[in-house]
């Protein structure tokens, strides 16, 4: 399918981008079952392959960490720094974490954490919603002003999978 060969360039490059030193941001949206998360594990090897560091974490692990440690300022602050240290950080199936009314702390913790990415390092994002909007539902406003800061940083790219392709290259 077109368009999926157009995100496995995009995919390499990336990571190619990555193992060079370069960070940025990529986005991976689309439907269940359209490969995103096998590209995205692709692109973490080929990262790892070329010399990188890099980690994947499902949106749902990384709230639960951030969970776990909320009340424990160091240890928290440790945890975060632990994942900004890698060269690519992938969080996979961004807008499925589960979050009470009461877990603001999380919520402002894993904003944090993106924001984190606005100077530097490299981010790969992989989402079954329009990652703006899920941004919007979770951090509200300042969702809002954070998608509008990651599509704005170096090598941004947002890659639409299954019926989400705009319909040029949608496959036929």
Known sequence: ????????RQAEAFASHVAGG?????LFAGETGTGKTYLAVA???????????????????????LRRRAFD???????VARVRAHDLVIIDDFGSERLGPSEGAVLDHYGRLL?????????LVTTN?????ALVKN???????LARRLGGVQF???????RLVPAATAPR
């Open 1 to 8: 399918m077109p368009y999926k060969n157009e995100a496995a």
């Open 22 to 26: 370069g960070g940025g941001a990529l």
């Open 115 to 123: 924001k984190s990415f606005e100077g530097g390092g490299a981010l």
């Open 156 to 162: 941004c790219r947002q890659l639409l999978f299954g």
């Open 43 to 65: 692109t973490l090897r080929a990262a790892a392959e070329a010399g990188a560091s890099a980690t994947l974490l499902s949106s749902a692990e990384l709230c639960d960490e």
């Open 129 to 133: 919603y329009d990652f703006q909007e």
């Open 139 to 145: 951090f509200g406003d300042e969702g809002d002003r």
């Open 73 to 79: 300022v160091a240890e928290l602050r440790a945890y």
